[in-house]
């Protein structure tokens, strides 16, 4: 009896640690819309623009109400979320520009996020805007660990929404009848098409799935459909003059827009719909339940191609927007669905940056980090853990207008201005508990804060040939 009884211990252990071992990671979608303000979703007080999918998603996940982009501009800030590393040591710290495409590209030495979930059986696309390598440089998307990539490898080529190509991994992609004269191919509704073939394709398989959506950026255009049809003659309007499609249309140019206030709020509608038919293809293929959502923006809103932030109050009520390392070009929603996991409808008020992503997403998925990170994982307060840790300082910089940088720690937050001519530059001290708004400087009020945030400001700066900040203009 005995001997039987060992016999059934026996298989009972085996089969648990069977089930184990085929149990699925969970699939990761990170979602990443490009200048969309803090205060551009209804899940976070926008009152004009309709984002019902994103504000479900908020409804059914945890929203965070004090988290913070990479920097102030896209490619640094993609560059922090990408390798885990603040602005002060991420090795892209600026929009450089290459000849004739693309940018400044990741080095070969540099791992990714994509690259450590690869590395543990992910299958990895990318979909949207890259602005990290051009093709077949150390930049790559494909060499930075991601199997498939589609969309706009260049951010120049971005500026416009009917572009003359996208690219498919190394294979450039003709989009015929646009000729920047002639608009016929919507490139943002071709990317989607692509990135929902991505999730049919490897529904049998764990994925990593990043869609770094070019909308809502500048230049504001789409087509005249239903979305533009919900705000077309919602609002006063003041036509935008800029560089119309045809003969003496540039790349980097923004189009003219007659309505450029109803035209962005469907840019912001028709990404929210994106996202919903997203959601919809991982309920059709039933993957919502173990599918892990995450939504944010890579900086704060922005001004260009006729874009009115302070009419649509973009940057919920914080100072500044694109830019600039004030709390309205930093600061951006996150929102995080991981069915199970996190209890629906919770607000967090965890204190992070994109830096803390890549920890994060490798501590869920039980993928090796080898990499020197930044950041923190706040696996724990997704858990509704009390033993999440804390960042002893949050950190920024910003390489234009003379070189800007920015440290928080707790509510206090320390901006300085004109970084490269020592003679001009200015410190600014907010304490943001009692001023979100950056209203008030108290720097002459509390010199030991001060001093404390200047030794974290020059500690966390370390000093490249490619991105010199400290280097007078």
Known sequence: ??????????FLIFQSLSAQDNVRKPNIVFILADDLGYGDLGAYGQAKIKTPHIDQLAKEGMRFTNFYAGTSVCAPSRSALMTGQHTGHTPIRGNKELEPEGQQPLPDSVQTIAMLLKANDYVTGAFGKWGMGMVGTSGDPTNKGFDEFFGYNCQRQSHRYYPTHLWHNQTKIELEGNDLSSKVVYAPELIQEKTLEFIEKNKDKPFFLFVPTVLPHAELAGPEDEFYALYEHAFEEK??????????????????????????????TRMDAYVGQILGKLEELGLSEETIIVFSSDNGSHREGGADPDFFNS???????????????IKVPLIV?????????????????????LPTLTDISDSPNTVYTDGISFKPTLSNSKMQKQHAYLYWEFHEDGGRQAVRMEDWKLVKLKVRNPSQSTYELY??????????????????????????????????DVFPLLTKE
Do not use: C
Request: overall charge positive; proline content about 5%; glycine content about 10%.
């Open 337 to 357: 669905k991981w069915p199970k996991q996190i209890r629906q409808n919770v607000t967090s008020n965890y204190l992070g940056a994109f830096w803390d992503i």
């Open 1 to 10: 009896m005995k001997s039987f009884l060992s016999i059934i211990f026996l």
């Open 431 to 464: 304490n943001l508990k009692n001023d979100p708004s950056e209203s008030r400087n108290v720097v002459k009020e509390h010199v030991a804060v001060f001093e404390q945030l200047k030794r974290y400001m020059d500690e966390a700066h370390v000093e490249t």
């Open 315 to 329: 940057s919920g009520g914080l100072r500044g927007n694109k830019r600039d390392l004030y709390e309205g070009g």
């Open 239 to 268: 036509a935008h003059r800029g560089q119309p499609y045809g003969p003496q249309a540039t790349i980097a140019g923004y189009t003219s827009v007659g309505k450029p206030r109803a035209t962005f709020a469907s840019m912001v």
